[in-house]
Nanobody, 128 residues
Framework: QLQLVESGGGLVQPGGSLRLSCAAS????????IGWFRQAPGKEREGVSC????????RYADSVKGRFTISRDNAKNAVYLQMNSLKPEDTAVYYC?????????????????????WGQGTQVTVSS
């Protein structure tokens, strides 16, 4: 059974940091690009960041550039999203998603429909 599991969410004050993890089971992430998405209540799911299967290519939404960093550790079969200088508008459920590198397109990397595997999400709440 192929699964992605996110962890690391929680409640943090504005300006604080969180590190989200995306762990895979049932398959190896070596050949998969990973995207992080988020969805706030009443809003569409939006792409936050993505990383190629090799880790050599990354992309960030303008709203998180300079504050979030995506990384991967294929030896641990995991991808991370380090979130610093968090703002209330970062509050959302965060999802990781995987797509095989054969189907990965950097141009479409923030399109949810490109991804075949999704985690269940982890809640991030930024509030004082």
């Amino acid at each position: 059974q192929l699964q992605l599991v996110e962890s690391g969410g929680g409640l943090v004050q504005p300006g604080g940091s969180l590190r989200l993890s995306c762990a895979a089971s049932g398959f190896t992430l070596d050949y998969y690009a990973i995207g992080w998405f988020r969805q706030a209540p009443g809003k569409e799911r939006e792409g936050v960041s993505c990383i190629s299967s090799s880790g050599g290519g990354t992309r960030y939404a303008d709203s998180v550039k300079g504050r979030f960093t995506i990384s991967r550790d294929n030896a641990k079969n995991a991808v991370y999203l380090q979130m610093n200088s968090l703002k209330p508008e970062d509050t959302a459920v965060y999802y990781c998603a995987a797509v095989h590198r054969a189907y990965y397109s950097a141009i479409n990397s923030f399109q949810p429909r490109m991804y075949g595997y999704w985690g269940q999400g982890t809640q991030v709440t930024v509030s004082s």
